[in-house]
């Protein structure tokens, strides 16, 4: 084969040789390393990159999440403004000389909402979920 048929290969001739027209090529050891080399750090870079794309920028915000559930601020602060309501209705009930029907309903109500309430948050587990 001619050289002006190998085109810009013919330069690279002492480290390349073989039959390009079967396609086998012979290549000196330290530079078949060294491919391999650089071919090995293109992969680690291509598997940062991939790995960069599937970083969450919201990620702050779901460990904030995950820790108030965690801690169960809500929880405790409903339970502890149901406790405030209920002792001030309670007062107020205890108060009436003569309660009505609709007065002892809503009493009824608010002690029955909170037992429905206290038992949602005993059976919860704080993950976000019910046992």
Known sequence: MAEEDLGPVSHSRETFSGDFSRNEVQLDLDRFMEVLHENSELKDKIRDLEFED???????????????????????AFISVYMVLLYYSTIWFMDLQEPTLEQSGLISVIVGAGAAWFGLY?????????D
Do not use: C, E, M
């Open 54 to 76: 599937k970083i969450n920028p919201w990620q702050k915000y779901v460990h904030l999440a995950k820790s108030l559930d965690a801690w169960r601020i809500f929880p405790r």
């Open 122 to 130: 005993t059976r919860s587990n704080g993950d976000g979920g019910n």
